[in-house]
């Protein structure tokens, strides 16, 4: 059974950390670039950043450069997405996906798998 999940969210403060996990089973991660979303209450769903398939290779949208980073472990078949300096305003369900050979966060791209999402809440 193919799945890709996404976990790790939760409610942290102002100026907090985080890190969310995407783990796929029943595929490997090993040739698809992956690509981290988030889509805040009544806002379109927006790119974050993806990393290649090697890792060696990261983007990221204006708004998380410098506080959000990508990372993946391909013997574990998991990705990561490290998020420093959190403000109430990345209040959101975060989403990954998978596409194959690509490193991509637009939403209008065809990915091959979608996770279900976590909510990370930002809040005092």
């Known amino acids: 059974q193919l799945q890709f999940v996404e976990s790790g969210g939760g409610l942290v403060q102002p100026g907090g950390s985080l890190r969310l996990s995407c783990a796929a089973s029943g595929f490997t991660l090993d040739y698809y670039g992956i690509s981290w979303f988030r889509q805040a209450p009544g806002k379109e769903r927006e790119g974050v950043g993806c990393?290649?398939?090697?890792?060696?290779?990261?983007n990221f949208a204006d708004s998380v450069k410098g506080r959000f980073t990508i990372s993946r472990d391909n013997a574990k078949n998991t990705v990561y997405l490290q998020m420093n300096s959190l403000k109430p305003e990345d209040t959101a369900v975060y989403y990954c996906?998978?596409?194959?050979?690509?490193?991509?966060?637009?939403?209008?791209?065809?990915?091959?798998?979608w996770g279900q999402g976590t909510q990370v809440t930002v809040s005092s």
């Open positions: 990393i290649s398939p090697s890792g060696g290779r990261t």
């Open positions: 996906a998978a596409a194959r050979f690509a490193c991509r966060y637009d939403v209008r791209y065809s990915y091959n798998y």
